[in-house]
């Protein structure tokens, strides 16, 4: 089944504890990004993946850290994660660009304290 | 700043009846814009794309641009109560771009 896998799902985690939360897919996607969503303020791009080893920042990459080793792998790294960061989190995929339809994983509920 | 923009609803609307979800975008540049329905607890998914000025139709749904106004608009006839969810819209930032801006979404309730 073609399909965005987020892990963990649900987390919850204390100030300036580093985390990785993993976002996989198996369609062969070049394109892969992560979203935050919050109230309010919707669905906004945290980082984006081009293909493998290119990433560039989307709107709100502070405190983020992203790599792309393989091309199914896109982690999101939180190195010292603060209260702020509190969210829900969606990495999506697709297969060349944003213009092309964006796969979504289930997403993965953060709870800074 | 890029931004789109959305009413955030709720829209309530009959069972039957027309849903006409509106959206604007500032970034003259945008060529490529989207719609994504996402139920409550759940992630989006894309239910239409359009690129040209004028109309779209894809079943039950019709996307309409009108790139002098930069405004987007989704049409939803014969609501069902299945169409119950938050739409989102979404512009790209030109050719060749890879950014994705979306608005804040528009919460629609179909009242059976």
């Known amino acids: 089944e073609a399909q965005v896998t987020q892990n963990p799902r649900y987390l919850i985690t204390v100030t300036g504890k580093k985390l990785t939360v993993t976002c996989s897919q198996n369609?062969?996607?070049?394109?892969m990004s992560w979203y935050r969503q919050d109230p309010g303020l919707g669905l906004r791009q945290i980082y984006y993946?081009?293909?493998?080893?290119?990433?560039d920042k989307g709107d709100v990459p502070e405190g983020y850290k992203v790599s792309r080793k393989e091309k199914r792998n896109f982690p999101l790294i939180l190195e010292s994660p603060s209260p702020n960061q509190t969210s829900l989190y969606f990495c999506?995929?697709?297969?060349?660009?944003?213009?092309?339809?964006?796969?979504f994983g289930p997403g993965t509920r953060l709870t800074v304290l | 700043q890029k931004e789109v923009e959305q009413n955030s609803g709720p829209l309530s609307v009959p069972e039957g009846a027309i849903a006409s979800l509106n959206c604007t975008y500032s970034d003259r540049g945008s060529q490529s814009f989207f719609w994504y329905r996402q139920y409550s607890g759940k992630s989006p998914e894309l239910i239409m794309f359009?690129?040209?000025?004028g109309d779209k139709e894809d079943g039950r749904f019709t996307a309409q641009l009108n790139k002098a106004s930069q405004y987007v608009s989704l049409l939803i006839r014969d609501s069902q109560p299945s169409d119950s969810a938050t739409y989102l819209c979404a512009s790209d930032s030109g050719a060749g771009s890879y950014q994705l801006t979306f608005g804040k979404g528009t919460k629609l309730s179909v009242i059976p």
């Open positions: 993946s081009m293909n493998v080893e290119v990433t």
């Open positions: 369609m062969n996607h070049e394109y």
């Open positions: 999506a995929s697709s297969i060349s660009g944003s213009t092309d339809t964006q796969y």
């Open positions: 359009i690129y040209s000025n």
